[in-house]
Protein backbone atom coordinates (compact mmCIF):
# COMPACT_ATOMS: atom_id res chain seq x y z
CA UNK A 1 0.00 0.00 0.00
CA UNK A 2 1.10 3.27 -1.03
CA UNK A 3 2.44 5.29 1.94
CA UNK A 4 1.83 9.14 2.27
CA UNK A 5 3.05 11.85 4.25
CA UNK A 6 2.28 15.36 4.01
CA UNK A 7 4.51 17.72 6.49
CA UNK A 8 4.22 20.98 6.90
CA UNK A 9 3.88 23.14 10.00
CA UNK A 10 1.54 22.89 13.07
CA UNK A 11 -1.25 25.39 11.28
CA UNK A 12 -3.67 25.50 8.50
CA UNK A 13 -1.91 27.42 6.05
CA UNK A 14 -0.39 25.69 3.08
CA UNK A 15 -0.99 22.15 4.04
CA UNK A 16 -4.41 22.06 4.35
CA UNK A 17 -6.28 21.65 0.97
CA UNK A 18 -3.53 18.52 0.53
CA UNK A 19 -4.87 17.41 4.14
CA UNK A 20 -8.38 17.77 2.85
CA UNK A 21 -7.86 16.39 -0.57
CA UNK A 22 -7.05 13.34 1.31
CA UNK A 23 -9.67 14.02 3.65
CA UNK A 24 -12.18 13.68 0.80
CA UNK A 25 -10.53 10.63 -1.20
CA UNK A 26 -10.20 8.34 2.49
CA UNK A 27 -7.39 7.75 1.98
CA UNK A 28 -5.26 7.72 4.84
CA UNK A 29 -2.17 9.87 5.93
CA UNK A 30 0.63 11.19 8.20
CA UNK A 31 -0.39 14.18 9.03
CA UNK A 32 3.43 15.04 9.85
CA UNK A 33 3.65 19.14 12.05
CA UNK A 34 6.94 20.21 12.22
CA UNK A 35 7.46 22.42 15.34
CA UNK A 36 9.09 25.55 14.63
CA UNK A 37 12.06 24.68 16.49
CA UNK A 38 12.65 21.77 14.61
CA UNK A 39 12.48 23.33 10.86
CA UNK A 40 16.17 24.40 10.75
CA UNK A 41 17.36 21.59 11.11
CA UNK A 42 14.96 19.87 8.66
CA UNK A 43 15.14 22.49 6.34
CA UNK A 44 17.54 21.70 4.23
CA UNK A 45 16.23 18.20 3.95
CA UNK A 46 13.26 19.74 1.96
CA UNK A 47 13.70 20.26 -2.33
CA UNK A 48 13.03 24.21 -2.22
CA UNK A 49 14.25 24.62 1.51
CA UNK A 50 10.19 25.39 2.05
CA UNK A 51 7.13 23.33 3.61
CA UNK A 52 5.01 21.96 2.78
CA UNK A 53 6.08 18.69 1.01
CA UNK A 54 4.42 15.52 0.22
CA UNK A 55 6.25 12.23 0.63
CA UNK A 56 5.25 8.78 -1.62
CA UNK A 57 6.65 6.08 -0.48
CA UNK A 58 9.91 7.80 0.67
CA UNK A 59 9.73 10.39 -2.64
CA UNK A 60 9.32 13.97 -2.30
CA UNK A 61 6.81 16.56 -4.13
CA UNK A 62 7.59 20.13 -2.76
CA UNK A 63 5.08 22.96 -3.83
CA UNK A 64 1.73 23.19 -2.42
CA UNK A 65 -0.44 23.61 -5.50
CA UNK A 66 1.74 20.82 -7.31
CA UNK A 67 1.13 18.16 -4.36
CA UNK A 68 -2.99 19.22 -4.54
CA UNK A 69 -2.34 19.13 -8.64
CA UNK A 70 -1.16 15.52 -7.98
CA UNK A 71 -2.92 14.58 -5.08
CA UNK A 72 -6.39 15.63 -6.92
CA UNK A 73 -5.24 13.70 -9.84
CA UNK A 74 -5.24 10.20 -7.98
CA UNK A 75 -8.08 10.90 -6.25
CA UNK A 76 -9.86 12.14 -9.08
CA UNK A 77 -10.64 15.77 -7.67
CA UNK A 78 -9.51 17.45 -10.86
CA UNK A 79 -12.57 17.51 -13.07
CA UNK A 80 -13.85 14.51 -15.36
CA UNK A 81 -11.98 15.24 -18.55
CA UNK A 82 -9.17 17.44 -20.03
CA UNK A 83 -10.86 20.28 -20.57
CA UNK A 84 -12.06 20.23 -17.03
CA UNK A 85 -9.30 19.92 -15.42
CA UNK A 86 -7.36 22.87 -17.12
CA UNK A 87 -9.94 24.75 -15.69
CA UNK A 88 -9.57 23.61 -12.39
CA UNK A 89 -6.03 24.45 -13.12
CA UNK A 90 -6.71 28.27 -14.50
CA UNK A 91 -8.76 28.90 -11.31
CA UNK A 92 -5.71 27.67 -9.30
CA UNK A 93 -3.69 29.54 -10.70
CA UNK A 94 -6.09 32.45 -10.38
CA UNK A 95 -5.89 31.84 -6.59
CA UNK A 96 -2.36 31.49 -6.48
CA UNK A 97 -2.37 34.99 -7.76
CA UNK A 98 -4.71 35.62 -5.39
CA UNK A 99 -3.31 34.96 -2.52
CA UNK A 100 -0.01 36.75 -4.14
CA UNK A 101 -1.75 39.75 -3.89
CA UNK A 102 -3.46 39.80 -0.20
CA UNK A 103 0.10 38.13 1.30
CA UNK A 104 1.36 41.27 2.67
CA UNK A 105 -1.62 42.08 4.75
CA UNK A 106 -2.46 38.06 5.67
CA UNK A 107 1.59 38.46 7.02
CA UNK A 108 1.00 41.37 8.91
CA UNK A 109 -2.50 40.20 10.48
CA UNK A 110 -0.86 36.58 11.29
CA UNK A 111 1.89 38.43 13.07
CA UNK A 112 4.50 37.08 11.09
CA UNK A 113 5.64 41.19 10.06
CA UNK A 114 5.07 44.75 11.18
CA UNK A 115 2.57 47.24 9.22
CA UNK A 116 -0.72 48.75 9.56
CA UNK A 117 -2.96 46.04 9.06
CA UNK A 118 -5.84 48.84 8.97
CA UNK A 119 -4.21 50.32 6.46
CA UNK A 120 -3.40 47.20 4.35
CA UNK A 121 -6.92 45.91 4.45
CA UNK A 122 -8.57 48.77 2.85
CA UNK A 123 -5.16 49.63 0.51
CA UNK A 124 -4.48 45.52 -0.16
CA UNK A 125 -6.91 43.14 0.30
CA UNK A 126 -10.03 44.86 -0.28
CA UNK A 127 -9.25 45.36 -3.62
CA UNK A 128 -7.42 42.19 -4.67
CA UNK A 129 -10.37 40.94 -2.41
CA UNK A 130 -13.09 41.95 -4.43
CA UNK A 131 -11.31 41.89 -7.83
CA UNK A 132 -10.67 38.03 -7.58
CA UNK A 133 -13.83 37.44 -5.85
CA UNK A 134 -15.86 38.79 -8.54
CA UNK A 135 -14.17 36.74 -10.84
CA UNK A 136 -14.60 33.16 -9.29
CA UNK A 137 -18.60 34.60 -8.97
CA UNK A 138 -18.49 34.90 -12.46
CA UNK A 139 -17.13 31.19 -12.79
CA UNK A 140 -19.73 30.41 -9.78
CA UNK A 141 -22.51 31.42 -11.25
CA UNK A 142 -22.09 30.00 -14.68
CA UNK A 143 -22.08 26.62 -13.45
CA UNK A 144 -25.58 25.36 -12.85
CA UNK A 145 -24.06 22.72 -10.63
CA UNK A 146 -22.82 24.80 -7.33
CA UNK A 147 -19.31 23.57 -7.87
CA UNK A 148 -17.33 26.09 -9.61
CA UNK A 149 -16.06 23.23 -12.38
CA UNK A 150 -18.19 20.72 -13.93
CA UNK A 151 -20.94 18.82 -11.73
CA UNK A 152 -18.44 17.49 -9.09
CA UNK A 153 -16.42 18.41 -6.46
CA UNK A 154 -12.40 19.25 -7.40
CA UNK A 155 -9.55 20.47 -5.20
CA UNK A 156 -10.24 24.22 -6.18
CA UNK A 157 -13.35 23.93 -4.22
CA UNK A 158 -11.90 22.93 -1.41
CA UNK A 159 -9.75 26.03 -1.44
CA UNK A 160 -12.05 28.71 -2.34
CA UNK A 161 -14.70 27.03 1.05
CA UNK A 162 -11.89 26.64 3.43
CA UNK A 163 -10.49 30.84 1.93
CA UNK A 164 -14.05 31.82 2.70
CA UNK A 165 -14.43 30.10 5.87
CA UNK A 166 -11.91 31.67 7.11
CA UNK A 167 -12.46 35.27 6.46
CA UNK A 168 -16.01 34.71 7.61
CA UNK A 169 -15.06 33.58 10.71
CA UNK A 170 -13.06 37.22 10.89
CA UNK A 171 -15.63 39.29 9.04
CA UNK A 172 -18.83 38.08 7.87
CA UNK A 173 -19.42 41.24 5.75
CA UNK A 174 -17.54 40.70 3.07
CA UNK A 175 -19.67 38.48 1.55
CA UNK A 176 -22.76 40.43 1.80
CA UNK A 177 -21.69 41.23 -2.37
CA UNK A 178 -20.93 37.62 -2.72
CA UNK A 179 -23.50 35.39 -0.73
CA UNK A 180 -23.11 33.00 -3.49
CA UNK A 181 -19.92 31.73 -1.88
CA UNK A 182 -21.52 31.44 1.65
CA UNK A 183 -23.44 28.42 0.14
CA UNK A 184 -20.64 27.01 -1.98
CA UNK A 185 -18.80 27.02 1.39
CA UNK A 186 -22.19 25.10 2.90
CA UNK A 187 -22.07 22.81 0.18
CA UNK A 188 -18.28 21.93 -0.62
CA UNK A 189 -17.95 21.61 3.41
CA UNK A 190 -21.23 19.45 3.91
CA UNK A 191 -18.97 16.68 2.34
CA UNK A 192 -19.50 13.69 4.68
CA UNK A 193 -15.47 12.85 4.53
CA UNK A 194 -14.63 16.04 4.73
CA UNK A 195 -17.34 17.42 7.13
CA UNK A 196 -15.63 14.83 9.31
CA UNK A 197 -11.88 15.91 9.11
CA UNK A 198 -13.44 19.78 9.67
CA UNK A 199 -14.67 18.57 13.04
CA UNK A 200 -11.37 16.37 14.26
CA UNK A 201 -8.57 18.31 12.55
CA UNK A 202 -6.40 20.25 14.89
CA UNK A 203 -8.12 23.17 15.82
CA UNK A 204 -5.41 26.08 14.82
CA UNK A 205 -6.10 30.03 14.45
CA UNK A 206 -5.10 29.80 10.95
N1 LIG B 1 5.14 28.47 -3.07
C1 LIG B 1 5.32 27.61 -1.92
C2 LIG B 1 4.13 26.66 -1.76
O1 LIG B 1 3.00 27.04 -2.14
O2 LIG B 1 4.31 25.53 -1.29
C3 LIG B 1 5.47 28.51 -0.72
C4 LIG B 1 5.78 27.70 0.51
C5 LIG B 1 6.05 28.57 1.71
O3 LIG B 1 6.02 29.81 1.66
N2 LIG B 1 6.28 27.89 2.84
C6 LIG B 1 6.55 28.56 4.07
C7 LIG B 1 7.85 28.03 4.64
O4 LIG B 1 8.24 26.90 4.41
C8 LIG B 1 5.44 28.26 5.06
S1 LIG B 1 3.84 28.74 4.43
N3 LIG B 1 8.53 28.86 5.46
C9 LIG B 1 9.74 28.48 6.11
C10 LIG B 1 10.97 28.88 5.35
O5 LIG B 1 10.87 29.50 4.26
O6 LIG B 1 12.06 28.61 5.88
Known sequence: ???????YFPIRGAGEIARQIFAVAGQEFEDERIPQDQWPARKSSTPFGQLPVLTVDGKQLAQSHA????L?????????????EAQVNAIADQFKDYQSEVRPYFV?????????????????????????FQ??????????SGYLVGDSLTFVDL?????????????????DKFPEFKAHQQKVHSN??????LETRPQTPF
Open 1 to 7: MVHYKLS
Open 67 to 70: IARF
Open 72 to 84: SRQFGLNGKCAWE
Open 108 to 132: VLMGFAQGDAAKLKEETFLPAFNKH
Open 135 to 144: LFSNILKANA
Open 159 to 175: YLAQHTSDLLAADSSLF
Open 192 to 197: ANLKKW
